[in-house]
């Protein structure tokens, strides 16, 4: 797969203040990849170094294989960006502001363009002046949808979208993915992020604490186990990677690590279940266990 994001060891300062403290990040073409931290991780500032709006002080950042800040301006033309936060022009109208910039990114598909405006329900003869929050955002998750850019930098890009337009929101990437355009996205929804990535890297103080795809991440952490036995369950205790066991009556609920989760069910079906449900953990319940396993390491 070729790379379209590479970033290697960034480091970036502001004062004594340290964002980027050796953040490394890969992000293949066609991928949707989710990119996650609380506020403050780096997230935005990895975002803002990847469009040229601020220099690195040590590190490697690419797109498309060329330098980020140096090929900044060539690299505009294929690259849409979203904020959480957007600012229009006051003055132009949401059509004129969804035109201008796609033009910045190598023109627009116009039949799209006109699909994700009735889609969204965006009114483009308003002034942007006039526009709400939700509005603004609308105009620039169109414009860059609408677009040609092969890379989407999305950042928080639903903030201030009503739950309606979140699902059309999806649907916009699930389109983008089909058309093999790359997306990096960062958010605090979670299950926005599980819904729509394959692959999410989490970061802390400026460094990747976990990269990988949320199947393999899944699959080291563990799953809810809710079981109707008929039997007595005797000491699940003795299994290795088996946790918090409770029972209601004759209903068991724990956990099970990966590892452990083949010989918790043999045991099970040993014992006689009436019913068995098994349930992967939450890409919340990850990302929170990765941050309790680093401050474990921190301790």
């Not at 340290?18 to 890969?26: E, F, H, K, N, Y």
């Not at 800040?69 to 690259?79: F, I, K, P």
């Not at 699909?115 to 483009?124: G, H, Y």
């Not at 990677?241 to 043999?266: K, P, W």
Request: with cysteine.
């Amino acid at each position: 797969m070729t790379t379209i994001i590479e970033v290697a060891q960034l480091q970036k300062t502001f004062g004594t203040t340290r964002a980027l403290d050796g953040l490394d990040l890969t992000v293949g073409e066609g991928e949707v990849h989710g990119f996650l931290g609380p506020n403050g991780a780096g997230k935005s500032t990895t975002i803002r170094v990847l469009l040229g709006m601020l220099r690195a002080n040590s590190g490697t950042a690419t797109l498309f294989g060329r330098d980020a800040w140096r090929d900044a301006v060539s690299l505009h033309r294929e690259v849409a960006y979203v904020p959480g936060d957007v600012t229009l022009w006051p003055s132009l109208t949401g059509g004129e502001i969804i035109d201008l910039l796609a033009r910045m990114r190598g023109g627009l598909d116009a039949a799209r363009r006109a699909d994700l405006i009735e889609r969204f329900d965006l009114d483009p003869r308003k002034k942007a002046r006039s526009y709400s929050k939700g509005n603004r955002q609308k105009v620039a998750v169109i414009s860059a949808f609408s677009s040609h850019a092969r890379l989407l930098l999305l950042d928080e890009p639903t903030s201030g979208l009503d739950p309606l337009m979140e699902k059309v929101f999806r649907d916009c990437i699930a389109e983008a993915r089909a058309r093999g355009v790359t997306v990096l996205l960062s958010s605090h929804i979670l299950s926005e992020v599980d819904a729509l990535c394959e692959k999410v890297t989490i970061i802390r103080g400026g460094r990747a604490v976990e990269s990988g795809s949320i199947a393999s991440m899944r699959h080291l952490s563990r799953t809810s186990i809710t079981a109707e036995l008929l039997g007595n369950a005797g000491d699940l205790s003795r299994i290795p990677g088996v946790e918090d066991i409770r029972f209601d009556g004759r209903t068991l609920h724990c956990q099970v690590d990966a590892d452990s989760l083949g010989m918790l069910i043999r045991t099970l079906g040993d014992i006689g279940v009436r019913s068995l449900v098994s349930t992967p953990p939450t890409l919340e319940e990850l990302f929170l266990r990765h941050y309790e396993l680093s401050e474990e390491v921190r301790v």
